[in-house]
T-cell receptor, first 114, second 114 residues
C-alpha cells in the first residue's frame, strides 16, 4: 500500500546536537511538506518542496534545514540553532496538480530535548 | 490569501449527542475545503472534502459537512457521538494555482462523555 513513512517515532536530542527526521513516500507525489505541532498552536509550516532539488521556507524555517535529492524523500534536520525544538513533527505529501486532492500525512515524529 | 477560523479550542459532548464543530474560511478564490482528524500521537487523516458539486459532503465515520458560500462556513457534524470520536479536528482550505497550499485552522479537541 502507498503511504508516507516517518522515522523514528520518538527521538531524543541533547543540547547542541543536530538531528535528522526521515520522511519517505511511495505515492509518487511531487510536493512534500514539514509541519511542527505544539499544543494549542495547530500546524505550522516549516519547509515545503514542490519539485526535486528545490524547496521553500515556510512560516517557521529558522533553525531547520531540508533537502530534496529524490522525489520520494524529504528529510528535515533540526539544528542546534533551533532553541526550542521539543515538538511533534509531521510530514505530508500531495499531488502538485489540483489543490482539491488534499494532503497525505505521515504518523509523526515526537522530538524531545534532554 | 486564505485563512481558516475554528472558534474555541475544546468541545465536549455526551455520547449519543449531536457533534457540531464550526469552521469559517476566507479565500480570494473558490475554495477547496477539508476536515482532518488526529488521534493522539498520530498523523492527520482525511475525514471529508469539498471540491465542487454537491454542497453537503459525507465522510468517514458518519461525519458530514455542508459548504455554505454565503456564510463562508464548512461546519462538521455527526448526529450521534461515539466515544471513539474523541480526537482533534482540523479544518483546512486551499485554492488553486499560487493558493494551492493548504491553510489549517488551529484545531478543536472533541471530548465525548459517557
Amino acid at each position: 500500500d502507498g503511504g508516507i513513512t516517518q522515522s523514528p517515532k520518538y527521538l531524543f536530542r541533547k543540547e547542541g546536537q543536530n538531528v535528522t527526521l526521515s520522511c519517505e513516500q511511495n505515492l509518487n507525489h511531487d510536493a512534500m511538506y514539514w509541519y511542527r505541532q505544539d499544543p494549542g498552536q495547530g500546524l505550522r509550516l516549516i519547509y515545503y518542496s514542490q519539485i526535486v532539488n528545490d524547496f521553500q521556507k515556510g512560516d517557521i524555517a529558522e533553525g531547520y534545514s531540508v533537502s530534496r535529492e529524490k522525489k520520494e524523500s524529504f528529510p528535515l534536520t533540526v539544528t542546534s540553532a533551533q532553541k526550542n525544538p521539543t515538538a511533534f513533527y509531521l510530514c505530508a505529501s500531495s499531488r502538485i496538480e489540483g489543490a482539491n486532492y488534499g494532503y497525505t500525512f505521515g504518523s509523526g515524529t515526537r522530538l524531545t530535548v534532554v | 490569501a486564505q485563512s481558516v477560523t475554528q472558534l474555541g479550542s475544546h468541545v465536549s459532548v455526551s455520547e449519543g449527542a449531536l457533534v457540531l464543530l464550526r469552521c469559517n474560511y476566507s479565500s480570494s478564490v473558490p475554495p477547496y475545503l477539508f476536515w482532518y482528524v488526529q488521534y493522539p500521537n498520530q498523523g492527520l487523516q482525511l475525514l471529508l472534502k469539498y471540491t465542487t458539486g454537491a454542497t453537503l459532503v459525507k465522510g468517514i465515520n458518519g461525519f458530514e459537512a455542508e459548504f455554505k458560500k454565503s456564510e463562508t462556513s464548512f461546519h462538521l457534524t455527526k448526529p450521534s457521538a461515539h466515544m471513539s470520536d474523541a480526537a482533534e479536528y482540523f479544518c483546512a482550505v486551499s485554492g488553486s494555482g499560487a493558493n494551492s497550499k493548504l491553510t489549517f485552522g488551529k484545531g478543536i479537541t472533541l471530548s465525548v462523555r459517557p
